[in-house]
């Protein structure tokens, strides 16, 4: 069983910064593909970001390319969103995910509100 727990979520002017954190539990950190994916009200959950576990291969969808940055700590067992250039849009509950063999786990996720 892996255990996520994201952080660092909260409300910030148009144009400014957050960055997540999504700690996992679990000896085989290293091993996991991690993503961090937004859930916007009405809207569907879409992928924004992930990484891979093997050489650090990162992908990130258009709309956030150029402002957000995906990066991992093995040795904190921890992944990080470093979300810049806020935009109104971007508000969504956001959660991390992570993959392995042995399965696929969730967090509880973070609300990231960005006002106008």
């Known amino acids: 069983q892996v255990q996520l727990v994201e952080s660092g979520g909260g409300l910030v002017q148009a144009g400014g910064s957050l960055r997540l954190s999504c700690a996992a539990s679990g000896r085989t950190f290293s091993s996991y593909a991690m993503g961090w994916f937004r859930q916007a009200p009405g809207k569907e959950r879409e992928g924004v970001s992930s990484i891979s576990s093997s050489d650090g291969s990162t992908y990130y969808t258009d709309s956030v390319k150029g402002r957000f940055t995906i990066s991992r700590d093995n040795a904190k067992n921890t992944v990080y969103l470093q979300m810049n250039s806020l935009k109104p849009e971007d508000t969504a509950v956001y959660s991390c995910?992570?993959?392995?063999?042995?399965?696929?786990?969730w967090g509880q996720g973070t609300q990231v509100t960005v006002s106008s």
């Open positions: 995910r992570a993959d392995w063999i042995g399965g696929r786990y």
